[in-house]
């Protein structure tokens, strides 16, 4: 007998539709696997045969072929049991059909029969209901990540037993619902740090503020304990919520990398902050079996990287790629995907190999060429993409015993929000742009036009400090920012001067 289910692949962060053919025919035996299965696919058997039993079910002594279709599409992982061994049981008679052509079934099966939740099943919901399928079977761990897609019926399930029980009409399980959610609105979100815990660093606070507002990418620059990870950890505290079609992708991916642990979808921005120790795979991604990697776990968030001269050379290179294309395409012999990778990039360092050179009171040990080699860690088209190069100075003991509280992360969260919102509706229109620093040559030219002053002032700065074109960029890009911040449609020569005083490294500072 000839039987067909539907099962999803993960391609990237996306998924595609999967017919599980099954056909039992009269000679030969055991069961054969075609389609291109990897080995977590082809072991499915064993799974399928022991669950079987432990659930009162025989397998069938005749000839199984199961095919995957479309046939030249790798298929990876154990989601593949469930759609199998009901495609199985279906062919022998022991399911009813009917619902079957309407449903897809994602499941890893154990060995007792009880079904197991599997990493990427958002995008599989979303492929279900995309490909005009009424509903989705799965483990009932996985059903609240499965709700948020409109449209489709999701079902939990506990095991193979109560599966058959469904589908035959013998046991009535209710759709899961939508889980409210809690953290919609900036009022809703509660954070464990706060901007009014900083004391003193007014300036860095500005710095970041602006950073949030336009999404730029931002270098830290102090001796050690002056505050620059404290600042970076606050940062997500006045970045807005995520909207639904940002809440929707970035949750995919965290979901692909096996990552979700969220009932709903994701609100708050990701903030990732992998160890100097990464390597460049487990930054962009790939890997033999291809997953996110952190520049994608932070997409529509933040990446941090501390002690930025730390990291190995060859992984600081491979973010010159996305910072620009804000996408990664991972190649390899077997393989190409494409993960999104929108993230705003905060690092810091120390400004030498002991940290106290330019510090205040403390007296640095490292000789000029240290310095410099130090310094140089940092490749210079790497440092060119990072838009603000910020020294943070250490603390003073006033600063430190003031009991007045510094501003809430809340009331900056506003200000930033309305910044938003002007460029959203700046950009409204144009695909895959929502911030100032997203912005290309023609919308540049459009609307970050500059006066006779400003224009001057730009013009001596380019000269004086050898800047590139891409810096030039960047410098309008923040002052445009700036003026959203203060509401301003035109850009004036302060905020202009304001966006170039961010260029720390151009000045020459710490003696490159």
Request: glycine share 8%.
């Amino acid at each position: 007998m000839f039987v067909r289910t539907y099962a999803g692949a993960l391609v990237g962060i996306e998924a595609v539709r999967v017919t599980v053919e099954v056909n039992i025919a009269g000679g030969g035996l055991g069961l054969y696997l075609v389609g291109l299965p990897d080995n977590a696919v082809k072991e499915s058997e064993e799974r399928i045969r022991a669950a079987f039993e432990n659930s009162d079910e025989k397998f069938t002594g005749r000839k199984v072929v199961v095919n995957l279709a479309p046939a030249d599409l790798k298929k990876e992982g154990a989601a593949f049991d469930l759609p199998i061994a009901i495609g199985i049981l279906a062919a022998m008679g022991r399911v009813e059909t009917h619902l079957l052509e309407e449903t897809m079934l994602a499941g890893e099966l154990s060995l007792d029969g009880s079904v197991k939740p599997v990493r990427g099943i958002l995008s599989l919901a979303v492929a279900a209901r995309d490909a005009g399928l009424k509903r989705i079977i799965l483990a009932r761990e996985n059903a609240a990540e499965a709700a948020v897609v409109e449209g489709l019926e999701v079902i939990g399930v506990e095991n193979l037993r109560q599966t058959v029980q469904y589908l035959n009409g013998d046991c009535a399980l209710q759709p899961e619902t939508p889980r409210e959610e809690v953290e919609t609105t900036p009022e809703g979100s509660r954070y464990e740090e706060d901007f009014a815990d900083v004391k003193g660093q007014s300036h860095v606070k500005r710095a970041l503020e602006i950073a949030a507002a336009g999404g730029h990418n931002v270098l830290m620059i102090g001796a050690p304990g002056s505050g620059k990870t404290m600042l970076a950890r606050r940062l997500p505290t006045i970045l807005p919520p995520l909207t639904t079609d940002e809440a929707l992708e970035t949750t995919k991916i965290h979901s692909v990398a096996g990552l979700q642990r969220f009932d709903g979808l994701m609100r708050r921005r990701p903030f990732r902050a992998p160890h100097h120790t990464a390597s460049p795979v487990s930054l962009i991604g790939g890997g033999q079996h291809p997953r996110p990697g952190e520049v994608s776990l932070a997409h529509n968030g933040i990446l941090f990287l501390d002690e930025l001269p730390e990291f190995g050379r060859s992984v600081l290179e491979v973010l010159r790629q996305p910072l620009e294309d804000r996408e990664i395409v991972v190649s390899r012999a077997r393989y190409s995907v494409a993960y999104p990778a929108n993230f705003t990039l905060v690092a810091a360092m120390n400004p030498c190999p002991c940290g106290y050179y330019n510090h205040p009171t403390k007296e640095c040990s490292c000789s000029p060429g240290s310095v410099h080699r130090y310094m140089g860690r940092i490749s210079g088209p790497l440092m060119d993409r990072i838009d603000m190069h910020i020294e943070v100075t250490p603390v003073t003991p006033e600063e430190l015993q003031s009991v007045a509280p510094g501003e809430p992360s809340a009331t900056v969260r506003e200000r930033v929000m309305r910044a938003r919102e002007i460029q959203r509706c700046r950009f409204e229109g144009v695909e895959g742009i929502y911030t100032n620093a997203r912005m290309n040559s023609a919308l540049l030219r459009e609307h970050c036009k500059l006066d006779e002053k400003s224009d001057m002032l730009l013009r001596r700065a380019m000269e004086r400090l050898s800047l590139s074109a891409r810096a030039y960029d960047r410098i309008l890009k923040l002052a445009r920012t700036i003026a959203d911040l203060a509401g301003r449609e035109e850009i004036v020569p302060g905020d202009v001067a304001e966006a170039i005083g961010y260029r720390s490294l151009d000045r020459g500072s710490w003696g490159v």
